[in-house]
């Protein structure tokens, strides 16, 4: 019965296949998640407790999903981890290239005087430490789910470019789930992700499809931002407006970030090519 059921889903269109793995991980993840949302009244914590539940059950379920469904029993390696050492590599390089991204922007910004640079204070080595494993973390569990699983389910069905292009923005599209007044604060979010995720599929095509460069530079932005802002290294000019600062105290939804992120993703795709 189940493998009758399992092989009607493995003749789904991509999009369908797609809709039937989030469900059933919705499914698995509602008996926790309710709960917490309905006893835990700060949502921060909920989003603390319950988002660990829902990326471990994502990765069990992937164990079981493609040997099933696609009769592979090592969906890790087809989704970019592998040749370890290369991977290693790949990911400090895309790692150094993320920090300099986030550095290069904010020097723009200081010498343009629209923010104010900061002495490091006593908590910075503290700050860095923070960074690195956060950004890790975070880089890690968002490229598996977009350009390691997503990814490959589109590619089964279309061609390299729609399926970049389908999962770049599902991967924006993701970041916007908040209120209306939240995705007009921050509308220069959108071009930016939507550039972000181009670049982290072409990346991890220049490399030989391995997925170890696009965490990386994921965990390289994110890390770079945390160590300015949470160190307190630099704050932008209140008087300059927040297209070309950063809307909603993101530094790459602005004007200097989107172009920045655009030559990089340029880069990236000619290394591709």
């Known amino acids: 019965m189940m493998n009758r059921i399992w092989a ?9 296949r ?38 471990l059950e994502f990765f069990i379920l992937l164990q079981v999903w493609n040997p099933k469904v ?21 990911l400090l390089s895309g790692l150094f290239m993320g920090w300099g991204a986030v550095l290069l922007l904010f020097v723009f910004l200081g010498e343009m005087n629209w923010a104010q640079w900061f002495v490091p204070g006593p908590q910075f080595p503290k700050v860095v430490a923070e960074a690195l494993l956060i950004s890790l973390a975070f880089g890690f569990a968002e490229e598996l789910l977009f350009r390691g699983w997503l990814l490959d389910e589109l590619s089964r069905d279309y ?9 770049s923005l ?8 908040k209120p209306w007044d939240a995705v007009v604060a921050s509308w220069l979010t959108f071009p930016a992700l939507m ?36 160190g307190s290294l630099v704050k932008p ?14 530094p790459l939804a602005s004007l200097p970030g989107v172009v920045i992120l655009g030559a990089i993703a340029l880069g990236v795709r000619w290394l591709r090519r």
């Open 159 to 167: 061609s390299k470019t729609t399926s970049a292009v389908v999962c």
């Open 195 to 230: 550039i972000l995720g181009l670049t982290l599929v072409w990346g991890k095509g220049a490399t030989g499809g391995r997925i170890g460069w696009s965490i990386g530079y994921h965990a390289g932005l994110v890390g770079g931002y945390y160590i300015l802002n949470v």
């Open 237 to 250: 000019i209140a008087s300059v407006p927040t297209w070309l600062t950063g809307m909603n105290g993101n």
């Open 70 to 90: 696609h009769h592979e029993s090592q969906p890790l390696r087809r989704y970019g981890f592998r040749s370890p050492s290369l991977n290693l590599l790949n």
């Open 18 to 55: 797609v809709i039937v793995f989030l469900a059933i991980l919705v499914l698995c993840w509602a008996p926790i998640a309710v709960p917490i949302a309905a006893l835990v009244p700060d949502s921060n914590l909920q989003s603390l407790l319950s988002m660990p539940a829902l990326y």
């Open 8 to 16: 009607r889903v493995r003749r789904l269109p991509a999009g369908l």
């Open 170 to 177: 599902v991967f924006a599209l993701a970041h916007f789930l």
